[in-house]
């Protein structure tokens, strides 16, 4: 069942210079790849594009023969209250548990806040979440 949880994120790898976001973003909508969510970090000269896209595998495979690295990984989406509070709901259930959250990202949908999280323990992340009554979103997230 915590599988059904687990989404795929696309992390892009490129060098952080002006128009690498603009052929990424290109490149996916020419392929008709919708993007949900997405977050930029830097390090070194180096940005990393983490992305949730409604169609990981072709994402990944357009992204690569243009020569970018990309790679996969598990992360949960939670639905939060989209008040005050609502993320510290989610981060006490984790804690409380003893997984660690080792990046989040949110954004805010027509009916909820959704926070993106890359855990150290993603199954049991599942499990306590939904123990807990929290709401996750299905890993399928083409619409």
């Known amino acids: 069942m915590e599988k059904s949880y687990i989404v795929k994120q696309i992390?892009?790898?490129?060098?952080?210079?002006?128009?690498?976001?603009?052929a990424v973003a290109g490149a996916?909508?020419?392929?008709k790849?919708?993007?949900l969510a997405f977050s930029i970090a830097e390090a070194d000269g180096f940005g990393v594009v983490r992305a949730l896209v409604?169609?990981?595998e072709d994402a990944h495979r357009t992204l690569t023969d243009l020569g970018f690295r990309v790679s996969f990984t598990d992360v949960i989406?939670?639905?939060m209250?989209?008040?005050?509070g609502g993320l510290s709901d989610i981060a006490s259930i984790l804690g409380d548990a003893g997984i660690n959250i080792e990046y989040a990202y949110a954004y805010s949908g027509k009916d909820a806040a959704i926070l993106i999280l890359r855990?150290?323990?993603v199954e049991d992340a599942v499990r306590q979440i939904l123990d807990?009554?929290?709401?996750?979103l299905k890993a399928s997230l083409s619409r």
């Open 77 to 79: 989406g939670v639905k």
């Open 132 to 136: 807990r009554g929290g709401e996750l």
């Open 33 to 35: 790849i919708n993007i």
């Open 28 to 31: 996916l909508r020419d392929a």
């Open 54 to 56: 409604d169609r990981p």
């Open 11 to 22: 992390s892009i790898f490129s060098e952080n210079r002006p128009g690498r976001l603009a």
């Open 81 to 84: 209250r989209d008040e005050p």
């Open 119 to 121: 855990v150290d323990q």
